[in-house]
């Protein structure tokens, strides 16, 4: 298999979001794909396979410890490889499939090993919204009060793919961390599968495991719904682009461009957008078969 390092929402190499890209002509099992993952050690892989339409992969991405249904900085660091290694042309347009939906991307190249990838992530859904206890339980889950809240604003479940509880802040972005050890009781009451904590004045985001176990650099997958968010909130302009920032606290800062496309004072649809630098590829070689005893001994131990 052909696998790629890149770095995505990244002008420069060692910024923005990393990324392994592995390209493979057959099916994978998913044991293997999660233990390929915990190999190389990034928040996520993405594994990408030819169909038979030319411009059509199927993608599986997984994290650390599951696989995904969506995301966003895989989907545009594995165009922004496939662009790079597959097609001569400035510009281009890919299909990738992620558990039966497709996703559609553009891309174009800005340099050697350096391109600046789009993607439609399709119409915003809005959930719940959360109750006053709901909350002051949420803030609490990130170590915040009342006193960090936005004024006048509640936080809202938003989707484009994963159910993200957006909290609206101002105040205390630096200081959040989560230890409340109830958090995911009150994103099942909520309906949502992860929370993503927003300066809606800096337009700065954070966002960690459930469980605050780890810490993302720059989330794709939850940009076009804090992009929904602002937008829908009156503290954005539909139709122009929003720059959410992200990956400071953690020495790699990053930059998200999210244009939320109006029509008829409705949002119709979620671009999002950044560059992507890759800076390495090689070989992975596996001995073959691999024995299914030890990625079972790989799973459970980790």
Partial sequence: MQVYICDVFAELPMTGNSLSVLLHEEPLDPQLM???TRELRQFETV???????????????????RELNFAGHPLLGAAAVLHDALRDSDRESLLL???GRDVPLRSHRLGPGALHVS???????????????????????????AANLAPDLAPTVVSTGLRY??????????????????????????????AYLLDVHT??????????????????????????FLVASNLAKANTTIVLRQGRFLGRPSEMHVRVHSHAGAISNIEIAGPVAIIANGVLRLPEPVPRRRLQAGRVSG
């Fill in 203 to 228: 337009r700065e985001g954070r966002h960690w495991e459930n469980d605050g176990s780890l810490e993302d650099i720059a989330t794709g997958s939850a940009a076009g719904a804090a992009g929904a």
């Fill in 97 to 99: 499939q992620i558990h």
């Fill in 34 to 36: 999660q233990a390929l």
């Fill in 47 to 65: 594994f990408v396979r030819p169909t038979s339409e030319t411009n059509r992969f199927e993608t599986h991405v997984f994290d650390l410890t």
């Fill in 165 to 194: 509880l957006v909290l609206p802040i101002s105040s205390g972005l630096a200081e959040a961390q989560i230890v409340h050890p109830q958090l995911e009781r009150l994103l099942t009451e909520l309906d949502a599968e992860f």
């Fill in 119 to 145: 993607m439609d992530q399709g119409t915003p859904v809005f959930g719940a919204t959360a109750s006053p206890a709901q909350t002051e339980r949420a803030l609490a889950a990130f170590s915040l009060t």
